[in-house]
């Protein structure tokens, strides 16, 4: 027999057999199927400890899971700035309302936004404590527009809360915490919710990762002509494209975040450092000192002319260096803007490393209100424990299931192919969640038992549909009897597939993760471990 002709012949027991091995790559070989370099052994502790590339949840890990809304109130649909013919959009009136606003409640940094939605419609959100409603509906109804008070809703848009989840899963990866997991859920009366899942942190330090909004900013300190100093935001988080790992200063005491501007803002910032003198008079020019709480003391500053650059983290000025040199003499000769790169200081490490993974992930868009969250947290040792059980669990379950059949059928040629193929789902489910690290929790367990459960009952649906009208003693009898119990096991498997894709899809906590679990494996089993099954059973129970 050639190639082709195997090929063609054993096409479905070498489909199972891949699926099987790339499953067991994933599982088990550092770094997994795509050669992941997070994965091999040696970078993380964590991965020392385990001996497969899976990754554990809250319920298997330990950790804490936080829930709370959006702090935040929204005008929804003020305005429409899509011409009706065209479909342009008047960005200029989008910049006005949004002045406008800023100018009447003077919120602080970050702390509103307008909202520009695909249709073209605007809603105008605001994050600052201390505005009321009204206040809120009135500073809208001043920019010509059409609002009342009940036209404000407390919490934000669509697009912000996406931004938000976004935003935190990218914070979440950048500090190196696997397994962390963040979504939208919503209540019986129709909040909204922000869900933060992360493995092996207490609630306190999940808090306060969460409360960090990530916005930063560099602020050039500097005479203001009149005998006093004043503040200027020369850059913000969104010049920054490029973020390298916190280092010691080399100059002086603390620690430095070396970073690259975006083209467009170095030529403005490279023009304004020149214009207010940081690279002449100015140059080391900064003699600020530092608060107990490490923060630049601008209070007490003497009467000497201070000219600092001001690291500001989430409107608390954490640093201030002076204008090196180097540095000065490469703007003042406009050369820096070509290769645009300088250093973000910061008083000691872990605001140096906060620093570094607000501005990879991004300015959170608004709070979090933590006065109204639910916190949910396991001990690790307590999930160490249930790892275990589910371990333990998991084995009695596959064995009893093997008794059973065993004891039914007497008949090793049915049972253990029966057996095996049944562990093959769910070996290659692990793999699948290997691969997309899927954080495996409680509820991941239960949906593997399920998973054996109903793959076994296919199988046993397959091997009496096959055996108990007589004898086989034909291919065609086989193919014939074969095809009417994959039917019966097909509708099985789309009456399943439909009764759980609403666990699957909507936001219903543990339930989700076992509805994903059982239809993955209702998946994989009918399209590749069942048919596999039958073939094994045709070359065992015929000639052929």
């Known amino acids: 027999m050639g190639p082709k002709a195997f090929i063609k012949e054993y096409w479905r027991i070498l489909l199972l057999v891949t699926f099987v091995g790339v499953a067991l790559v994933a599982l088990f070989i550092p770094g997994g199927v795509f050669g992941d370099s997070s994965l091999v052994e040696g970078d993380d502790p964590e991965v020392e400890d385990n001996p497969t590339n899976l990754v554990y949840g809250l319920g298997l890990e330990g950790g804490t899971r936080i829930s709370a809304p959006v702090a935040g109130m929204t005008a929804d649909n003020v305005e429409s700035v899509a011409d009706q013919e065209t479909g342009d959009v008047d960005h200029d009136r989008v910049q006005e309302i949004e002045a406008g606003v800023q100018e009447e409640l003077d919120p602080g940094a970050g702390n509103m936004s307008v909202v520009l939605h695909e249709d073209g419609w605007v809603s105008v959100e605001i994050y600052e404590d201390g505005i009321s409603e009204a206040e809120f509906a009135q500073a809208l109804r001043n920019q010509g527009l059409d609002v009342d008070e009940d036209d404000v809703r407390a919490g934000v848009t669509d697009e912000t809360r996406e931004a938000i989840v976004e935003t935190i899963q990218t914070m979440i990866n950048e500090a190196g915490l696997s397994g962390g997991t ?4 919503q209540d019986p009366i129709g909040s909204y919710y922000v869900v933060t899942e992360v493995p ?20 050039a300190y500097h005479p203001d002509g009149n005998g006093s100093h004043t503040n200027e935001t020369v850059l913000t988080g969104e010049d920054i494209t490029g973020v390298d790992p916190p280092q010691p200063d080399q100059q002086g005491s603390g620690y430095v975040v070396p970073v690259e501007v975006s083209d467009d803002a170095a030529w403005d910032y490279q023009d304004r450092m020149n214009a207010l003198q940081f690279t002449g008079a100015g140059q080391q020019q900064c003699g600020l000192e530092y ?41 003042s000769q406009e050369t820096w803007a070509e290769s645009p790169t300088f250093q973000m200081g910061s008083q000691n490490i872990e605001q140096a ?21 639910q916190t949910y947290s396991i001990e690790p040792a307590l999930a160490d424990q249930f790892k275990f059980y589910s371990l333990l669990i998991g084995a009695l379950s596959v064995l009893t299931v093997a008794g059973m059949v065993f004891l039914r059928y007497r008949n090793p040629k049915v049972a253990l192919p029966m057996i095996l193929t049944a562990s093959t789902e769910v070996v290659i489910l692990l793999g699948f969640a290997a691969l997309i690290k899927m954080p495996l929790d409680l509820s991941h367990v239960a949906g593997f038992i399920a998973v054996v459960g109903t793959g076994v009952d296919d199988l046993v649906i397959i091997a009496d549909e096959v055996m108990d009208e007589g004898e086989v003693n034909s291919q065609r009898v086989f193919e014939s009897r074969f095809r009417k119990a994959f039917w019966i096991i097909g509708a099985a498997a789309a009456t399943t597939i439909i009764a759980l894709s609403p666990l699957a ?9 076992f509805a994903i679990i059982t239809i993955l494996g209702v998946l994989i089993g009918v399209l590749i471990t069942r048919p596999a099954y039958g073939d094994i059973l045709q070359r065992l129970l015929t000639d052929k």
Do not use: I, K
């Not at 963040?182 to 859920?185: D, K, L, P, R, T």
């Not at 709480?293 to 000025?317: K, M, Q, S």
């Not at 490393?353 to 969250?373: K, Y």
């Open 505 to 513: 899809v909507l936001s219903l906590g543990d339930l989700r993760g």
């Open 353 to 373: 490393n906060s620093l570094a993974v607000s501005l990879r992930a991004g300015a959170l868009p608004a709070p979090l209100d933590f006065t109204q969250d």
């Open 200 to 219: 092996d942190m207490d609630p306190d330090q999940l808090r306060e990762l969460l409360s960090d909004r990530g916005v930063v900013e560099v602020w």
């Open 182 to 185: 963040v979504y939208e859920q």
């Open 291 to 331: 608060t107990d709480d490490d923060l630049v003391d601008f209070d007490h500053a003497d009467d000497t002319d201070h000219y600092c650059l001001v690291t500001v983290a989430d409107g608390d000025p954490v640093a201030a260096h002076s204008m090196g040199p180097d540095l000065a003499n490469s703007m």
